[in-house]
């Protein structure tokens, strides 16, 4: 019984192992980005959804979309229909929103 569930331990850890090294090497390039100047930080565009937007971001992600870097929020507002913005990482413009957007005055 034991042994067994060490192999199964052992055989989810070995299936996690390349989501673990892509997330180090996403991180990496965004480190890399931000030291090139392609990109703006994360915190200053953070501010400026938060600013703009009612609700609070829930999460973020950093793409490379047709050659360009996209940061990608969802927000959650009081309303808890979350909506989805895209800003491009190197000027802070918006490229696209989805869902109930919500803008403060």
Known sequence: MRGALLLLLSLLMLAAAP????????????????????????????????????????????????????????VLPPSGRVFELKLDAATGALLRARGPVQERD
């Open 19 to 74: 989501a673990w090294a892509d997330d180090r090497r996403d991180h990496e390039r965004a480190r890399a980005a931000l030291a090139a100047g392609e990109i703006r930080p994360l915190a200053d565009l953070l501010a400026e959804v938060e600013r703009r937007y009612i609700g609070r971001v829930i999460e973020t992600e950093l793409e490379r979309e047709n050659g360009r870097w996209v940061y990608e929020f969802k």
